[in-house]
């Protein structure tokens, strides 16, 4: 079955550091997401994207964050300058629209020391 | 506002017990409705999802749900819990031009 695939699996780096999260969503979608999961709570949405453009952000996604789909199959999440705040569990998603499903990838952890 | 309930926070079961966790939802039109488990440190994995028909949905490690219009409701039930279904359980949610939304989460734990 096809996989939302994210690199890397889990990354520390330095308060006021910039981190890019990658994801390779499942090639025929359309949407693609990024939501977050601050340790022991409840997974959070912050971007929705679409045909080349941001379609929906959450009061989460603040302009430390940045999303781009650079080549056609890459989509990464941009944080300019880390916060402690940000350390949490960054899920990539991908969907055909519509109603599908969406497929979410295995999570990329993020410490920020 | 459009919301997604879970009322139980942490659920434990003893082994080849059955488990019912609970669902509720908040929203004008009949969404579309799903289950993810997260085991500790991993991602999401589908359960199930409805989006329409059949009201009972069949969904993967023998689990299925059933959705009841009436009680906004889609509670997910396992006859008989293993070991192996210890993880955190949520109810999702999407509607027409809404976002997908998910619940705050029901952990299951499971005694020997």
């Known amino acids: 079955e096809p996989e939302v695939t994210q690199t890397p699996s889990h990354q520390v780096t330095q308060m006021g550091q910039e981190v890019i999260l990658r994801c390779v969503p499942i090639s025929n979608h359309l949407y693609f997401y990024w939501y977050r999961q601050i340790l022991g709570q409840k997974v959070e949405f912050l971007v929705s994207f679409y045909n080349n453009e941001i379609s929906e952000k959450s009061e989460i996604f603040d302009d430390q964050f940045s999303v781009e789909r650079p080549d056609g199959s890459n989509f990464t999440l941009k944080i300019r300058s880390t916060k402690l705040e940000d350390s949490a569990m960054y899920f990539c998603?991908?969907?055909?629209?519509?109603?599908?499903?969406?497929?979410f990838g295995e999570g990329s952890w993020l410490t920020v020391v | 506002a459009q919301s997604v309930t879970q009322p139980d926070i942490h659920i434990t079961v003893s082994e080849g017990a059955s488990l019912e966790l609970r669902c509720n939802y908040s929203y004008g039109a009949t969404p579309y409705l799903f289950w993810y488990v997260q085991s500790p440190g991993q991602g999401l994995q589908l359960l199930l999802k409805y989006f329409s028909g059949d009201t009972l949905v069949q969904g993967i490690k023998g689990f299925e749900a059933e959705f009841k219009r009436s009680q906004s409701s889609f509670n997910l039930r396992k006859p008989s819990v293993h070991w192996s279904d210890a993880a955190e359980y949520f109810c999702?949610?999407?509607?027409?031009?809404?976002?997908?939304?998910f619940g705050p989460g029901t952990r299951l734990s499971v005694l020997p």
């Open positions: 998603a991908s969907s055909q629209g519509g109603g599908n499903t969406i497929y």
């Open positions: 999702a949610v999407e509607s027409y031009g809404q976002n997908f939304v």
